[in-house]
């Protein structure tokens, strides 16, 4: 274990209270808790120490009957911060004693560490999503026209789309199957509009085989998220359809990205949104390139051949809104909240918003 100089520092902490350590604590030694994680020094132990600092001393003051469960506001008072050695002195029962800390690898995940496993959960859940409307598309199209791709254009098509997004070949197979099985149902598309929170409209796309189940539980999550099911046509008429081709923002330059856009006969490119997200996000953001629906192929293909980087699985034909709703920050977490719920459903493959 790497040595570091002892340093002449006082440490202080308020109790109960939990806010993040300071950088520099966060790699308390363990073995200084008794076994605790390195974000809890001190926890329940018989007294809560006000201020404790390195000369032997405590503050004036009552001594309750459990420590703090996390060293929350703990601080250097100090001027040797890249010191990583102290004494501790705790005050247990009245008794002063001392306990010497040395800093230590973190017990416990980090920040960078937890947004990579939180991306990953959202990437995983995006390609079951891809998977499980490609199969759905697959079993649609085996029922209208057959299972042998020769004979049936829909559904080569549709495989060798399967293809270009990386669909594995055994869901592809899977699924090709189970449309020739006499009793799986067709599956049909339905649309479904929904009020949101703010003036928000929802528009979703659903292609199920089991009509009265997707009707129910679509209706279910709408009223247990506050929000309220709209007549047809009442929010559909504000959007159009369109092709959507999603660029990853870290992948290209606005400048080149517009240039290759409109040369392969584009209609516009929308930067992604500006926010306060930190920069580590910032790998997850996407332009968008629009195109005329009956221009999407030949947009994405001049797209292809400029080499940019687009994302395959994203990029599809869309519903835009013609014009967008700006909502209060309230609104806009609550819409978000009810838009994943309404995406964790089997039978929905999309929800669009109109929401800015």
Known sequence: MQKFPRMSASVAFRA??????????????????????SSAILHRRAGIARRITCDGTLPQGNVGKDFSQSASDMQFLGSQREASSMWLNVSKRGNLSSRHIWILPPAQMGRRSSKIATKKGAQDKKKAKLYGKMGKQIVKVVKAGGPNPAANAALAQ??????????????????IKKATDKDQQDFVELTYEVYGYGGVGLVLEVLTDNHNRAASTIRDVVKKNGAKMADSGSVLFNFKSAGVIYVKADKVEADDLLLAAMDAGAEDVVEPSSDDEDDEEDDEKYFKVLTPVDQFATVRAGLQEAGVPFDADSSGLELIPVAEIEADDEAMDLNKILIEKLLDLDDVDAVYSNQK
Not at 23 to 37: D, F, K, S
């Open 16 to 37: 109960m209270v939990h806010i993040p350590l300071p950088r520099i604590l966060r790699r308390a030694c363990p073995t200084a808790t008794r076994g605790y994680g």
């Open 158 to 175: 549709l495989i060798q789309q399967a293809k270009d997004t990386d669909v594995p070949k055994d869901i592809i197979d899977r699924n």
